[in-house]
C-alpha cells in the first residue's frame, strides 16, 4: 500500500476527529513511515509489526500492559486527546516523540505519540549545512576550555557554529542566553540548534532536523525541561515561542530559565499547534553515564546548575512527564471578539471519571460554542480537573474572572456565554455575584446533557456545586 489514505483507519473514525490542519498533516506523515495504521479496540493485541496504533479511550493497567507487551518495536501509538490525564499511564510505558499543542475550535486537542523504543532519526538525506548550532557562555564560566572543545566537536563534524561569550557586566547578561539564540534565529534563515558550552558533540544531531519540528527540547524523567539543548525552526510558532521565553526572562530575572521556557511553552501550546519533538536520552546524557545508545550529546556533570523551587515546580513537572497540562493551567486557550470583557474559564471536571472520548465531547462543546458567540467575553480558557485539589488549584486564582464548571457529561450550547446569567455590564467587573437559583433557572439553556447515566454518576453535592462562580473562592462555600 503506497497511497497514505489507504493506511488510513476508515474514514469515519479518522475524520470524525476534531484535528487541525497542522496535526492532520503531521498525522499522514506518520502513517506513511508504517506499515499501516489500525484504531485500538480497547482490548485485543496488535500482532502486525510496523504500525501506526491510534487510542482513543484510555484502558485499565491490564489492558495497557497488555497492548504494550504486543507492540513490535518499530510500531507507534498515537493518542488524539494527549491533554487528558487517562492517558498518563499508557504514556508512561512509552518513550515520548513528539507532541502538538492546541489552537481554537478546530484543533482543541493536543496530539502525542511515542513508542516502545527511543526515537531514531527517519531515513534520508539531511545536508549539515541546513542547521546553525550555537552556543553562548558568561565570560566567568568556570569550565573555561569547555567552549573551545565544543568549537573543535562542531569543526570535527562539518557542523556550522556560531559560540559567543558575553561580559557579565553586560546590562542583558541575566537573558544573555535567549537574547543571544533569537539574534542568531533572525540572522541564520535557517533552524538553529543551541548546545551548552559545557557539552560534548559525539555524532550529528540530526533527529530534530529530519524530524521537522518547530521546538526539540530534551525533558529529564522527572519532567524537568534541559536548557542544554534546544532546537527551533524558522516558523512562525518557533519564533512565538522564543519570543514568549524572552518576555518571561525579562519579567522574571531570578527565576530558572528552565522554568520559564516550561511556562512559555505552555502558554504558547494551548494557542498554537505548535509541534515539539521530545529528544531521546542519547542527547543530552552525563558524560559518565554510559547506559542505553551510544551518546549523540554529553554534559559534564561538574557545572553548577539552578533548579526550580519544588514548590512551585513539582506539580507542573508531574504533568509534563506526560506532555501535558496541569490543572490550573488550560490546555486551550481562545480570545473572543470583545476587547474589554473580562476572562472566562470552563472548567471540566472528573475527567478521570468519563472515557476520553466524552471528555473530548465536552472540549469541542467548548470550543464551538465560544467561537461561535463568546458572550462579550475576551477569552476562554479550558481547564481539565481531575481531583478537587485540581478544581481548588482554579479557584483560588485571584484574577476576578468567572469560572463555568461542567463535567463530562454536559455540552455547552452554542449560545451558553451569552446565555450566562451576568450582565455584560459585569463580565470585568471584580464584584463576585449574588448566589441564588438565577443560575439553575438558565441551566438548560447553557448545558445539553449528553450522557444521562454518566452526568448521574457526576452530579454531587459540595463546595462547588454551583456552575457559574467568581474567583477567588479561597475557601470552602457550605450551600
Not at 497492548?67 to 508512561?92: R, Y
Not at 519570543?243 to 527565576?255: A, E, G, N
Not at 467548548?366 to 478537587?388: I, K, Y
Request: with cysteine; proline share 7%; aromatic share 8%.
Amino acid at each position: 500500500m503506497n497511497d497514505a489514505n489507504e493506511k488510513c483507519p476508515p474514514q469515519s473514525e479518522l475524520d470524525g476527529l476534531c484535528l487541525g490542519e497542522i496535526q492532520r498533516y503531521r498525522l499522514r506523515q506518520l502513517v506513511r513511515r508504517h506499515r499501516g495504521t489500525v484504531v485500538w479496540d480497547g482490548s485485543s493485541a496488535i500482532e502486525a509489526p510496523d504500525l501506526a496504533v491510534v487510542v482513543l479511550n484510555a484502558e485499565n493497567p491490564a489492558r495497557i500492559e497488555m497492548l504494550i507487551g504486543s507492540l513490535h518495536e518499530n510500531s507507534i501509538i498515537i493518542i488524539p486527546f494527549g491533554e487528558n490525564p487517562a492517558f498518563d499511564f499508557l504514556k508512561s510505558k512509552l518513550h515520548p516523540y513528539g507532541s502538538i499543542g492546541s489552537q481554537g475550535t478546530t484543533a482543541p486537542h493536543h496530539v502525542w505519540w511515542g513508542g516502545v523504543k527511543p526515537v531514531s532519526v527517519p531515513t534520508g538525506l539531511y545536508p549539515r549545512q541546513d542547521t546553525l548550532f550555537l552556543s553562548s557562555f558568561l565570560r566567568t564560566f568556570p569550565f573555561e576550555d569547555s567552549p573551545q572543545r565544543l568549537a573543535a566537536d562542531f569543526t570535527r563534524l562539518g557542523l556550522q557554529s556560531v559560540i559567543e561569550g558575553v561580559d557579565v557586566a553586560a546590562p542583558s547578561s541575566a537573558t544573555f542566553k535567549i537574547d543571544f539564540i533569537i539574534r542568531q534565529w533572525e540572522r541564520a534563515n535557517r533552524p538553529i540548534f543551541w548546545i551548552a558550552p559545557n557539552a560534548t558533540v559525539c555524532r550529528h544531531p540530526v533527529l530534530p532536523q529530519a524530524i521537522g519540528c518547530d521546538f526539540a527540547v530534551y525533558k529529564s524523567r522527572t519532567g524537568q525541561m534541559e536548557t542544554g539543548v534546544l532546537f527551533f525552526h524558522q516558523t512562525e510558532p518557533a519564533r512565538s515561542l522564543l519570543d514568549t521565553w524572552q518576555r518571561l526572562s525579562r519579567d522574571y530575572p531570578d527565576v530558572p530559565e528552565a522554568f520559564l521556557l516550561d511556562q512559555a511553552w505552555t502558554l504558547l501550546s494551548s494557542q498554537r499547534q505548535i509541534e515539539t519533538a521530545w529528544l531521546p536520552d542519547d542527547y543530552w546524557r552525563a558524560a559518565d553515564n554510559a547506559k542505553g545508545r551510544p551518546a549523540v550529546i554529553q554534559y559534564d556533570r561538574a557545572e553548577p546548575s539552578v533548579a526550580p523551587d519544588p514548590l512551585i515546580a513539582s506539580r507542573f513537572q508531574r504533568a509534563r512527564r506526560y506532555g501535558r497540562h496541569q490543572a490550573p493551567e488550560s490546555h486551550l486557550i481562545m480570545q473572543g471578539s470583545s476587547q474589554t470583557g473580562g476572562a472566562i474559564t470552563v472548567l471540566i471536571r472528573d475527567v478521570l471519571a468519563g472515557d476520553a472520548e466524552s471528555v473530548s465531547g465536552a472540549i469541542e462543546a467548548a470550543a464551538r460554542a465560544f467561537a461561535t458567540d463568546p458572550g462579550g467575553f475576551s477569552r476562554m480558557e479550558v481547564v481539565l480537573c481531575a481531583w478537587d485539589e485540581d478544581v481548588d488549584s482554579v479557584m483560588q486564582i485571584a484574577d476576578d474572572s468567572w469560572v463555568l464548571l461542567t463535567d463530562p457529561s454536559e455540552r455547552l450550547q452554542l449560545n451558553a456565554f451569552s446565555k450566562l446569567p451576568i450582565s455584560e455590564d459585569r463580565i470585568g467587573a471584580a464584584a463576585h455575584p449574588i448566589y441564588s437559583a438565577t443560575a439553575a433557572a438558565y441551566s438548560t439553556q447553557i448545558f445539553r446533557l449528553a450522557d444521562a447515566s454518566l452526568g448521574a454518576k457526576l452530579k454531587r453535592s459540595g463546595k462547588y456545586s454551583r456552575s457559574l462562580l467568581k474567583r477567588p473562592l479561597l475557601e470552602a462555600r457550605s450551600e
